[in-house]
């Protein structure tokens, strides 16, 4: 079992910054990409960002330029930093990690509990 647990979440001023962790731990034999998705009130959730075993990255357009995903597999995390954040980017944020339990285990996707970030003044 992989479980991931999510911090840094909170209130802040538009044109603020945070931080947002998402730590794994369980049965963890590799830990392919890590992501991070959003879902605000009402809407689909999305991706955010995506970071490869490769530190390759990849980033919604409605955050590039300001959203900056990274790793450290020696603590099997993953973070978000936000700056110049808006209004809009008001929502729960979860953390995704693909994982392999084992060798001989198929990859498989596991979900944080979320944390929520609100934008306003």
């Known amino acids: 079992q992989v479980h991931l647990v999510e911090s840094g979440g909170g209130l802040v001023q538009p044109g603020g910054s945070l931080r947002l962790s998402c730590a794994a731990s369980?049965?963890?034999?590799?830990?392919?990409?890590m992501a991070w998705y959003r879902q605000a009130p009402g809407k689909q959730r999305e991706l955010v960002a995506v970071?490869?075993?490769?530190?390759?990255?990849n980033y919604a357009d409605s955050v590039k330029g300001r959203f900056t995903i990274s790793r450290d597999d020696a603590k099997n995390t993953v973070y978000l930093q936000m700056n110049s954040l808006k209004p809009e980017d008001t929502a729960v944020y979860c953390c995704?990690?693909?994982?392999?339990?084992?060798?001989?285990?198929?990859?498989?996707?596991?979900w944080g509990q979320g944390t929520q970030v609100t934008v306003s003044s």
């Open positions: 995704n990690a693909l994982v392999r339990t084992d060798w001989y285990r198929p990859e498989l996707h596991y």
């Open positions: 369980g049965s963890i034999f590799m830990n392919n990409s």
């Open positions: 970071i490869t075993s490769g530190d390759s990255t």
